[in-house]
């Protein structure tokens, strides 16, 4: 949209806040029965970013903390013109999530429940995965409060949710399972969701996931006499999968290409980092790869 093309993260507010959920991770990990996250630590920071912009404060925004289990909530962010007048019109982030993977300090050279600024690098537990993902949707919704921008009506949802990392008994009872059961991500479904999560501990520019969509194929009837004018409508349906498969064939592979070349460059980078290492001349050079390589 050409309201949001000059639109740039406030890498400020986007640091603080990041700060302040890292600096909650040790309680929101999540690996039962040892460590049972308490969601709502990070969802406080947030929540108190966002409530002054919300309508009871004459904000645009609407926020739920949705609470199944205590002390485990899951917060729905949402933001619409005031001029709108459907509902039905949606854009929906889902995913980001309030729990992070166990971290042992033991295997960091840096506090993981704190986080570390050096340069433009990040490091703490949630950085990536996924406290960076809610602090991102949190400035996204903040900017979003403060400038206004019509849309032509489109509602802009963000679920920050629960119970991500671990799932298994019980998970029906916690987060997206929870809010999909209870009818609260209901409205979601009129328009795209993207899943905004991400597994791995480098920088993520992109990752899998599913846009619902249908086709009708309307056939056309002609005489008995002519059959070979009629159309089909299962085989130009047929036909219209086809295409379509085939054109996601040629795009998956042009991505294929420029994933192994990444993987190839990072493998001849991590080959020169380990000759570094072995050469007694250079020590210091491989000390300072390896721990810029580590979490």
């Known amino acids: 949209m050409a309201e949001l093309a000059d639109w740039t993260l406030d890498s400020e507010r986007f640091v603080t806040l990041l700060g302040k959920l890292v600096g909650e991770a040790e309680s929101l990990q999540n690996q039962p029965p040892r460590y049972v996250p308490r969601e709502d630590n990070a969802a406080r920071h947030i929540i108190e970013l966002l409530r002054p912009h919300t309508r009871e404060h004459g904000g645009p925004l609407t926020l739920q903390h949705l609470s199944f289990v205590d002390g485990r909530g899951n917060l729905i962010i949402e933001y619409q013109h005031p001029s709108a007048t459907s509902r039905t019109d949606v854009v929906s982030f889902v995913g980001s999530h309030l729990d992070v993977v166990y971290a042992n300090p033991a295997n960091w050279q840096r506090d993981p429940f704190k986080l570390s600024i050096e340069g433009d690098e990040l490091h703490g537990r949630g950085t990536t995965d996924c406290l960076g993902h809610c602090a991102l949707q949190t400035d996204l919704f903040l900017q979003l409060a403060a400038k206004r921008p019509v849309l032509g009506g489109l509602r802009v949802v963000g ?29 979601l479904s009129t328009g795209p969701v993207i899943w905004l999560d991400c597994a791995n501990k480098q920088p993520n520019i992109g990752s899998g996931g599913v846009v619902g969509w249908e086709l009708t194929a309307t056939g056309v009837m002609f005489h008995s006499g002519f059959p070979h004018k009629a159309i089909n409508a299962i085989e130009l349906a047929t036909d219209g999968m086809l295409s379509i498969n085939q054109s996601f064939v040629s795009y998956r592979s042009i991505v294929r290409d420029r994933l192994v070349l990444m993987h190839e460059r990072q493998l001849c980078k991590r080959s020169s980092e380990t000759s570094t290492k072995r050469s007694p001349s250079t020590r210091g050079r491989a000390s300072t790869a390896s721990s810029a390589r580590a979490p």
């Open 159 to 187: 679920v920050l949710i629960a119970n991500e990392e671990a799932g298994g008994d019980g998970a029906s009872d916690v987060g997206v399972e929870a809010l999909q059961k209870h009818g609260h991500l209901d409205s």
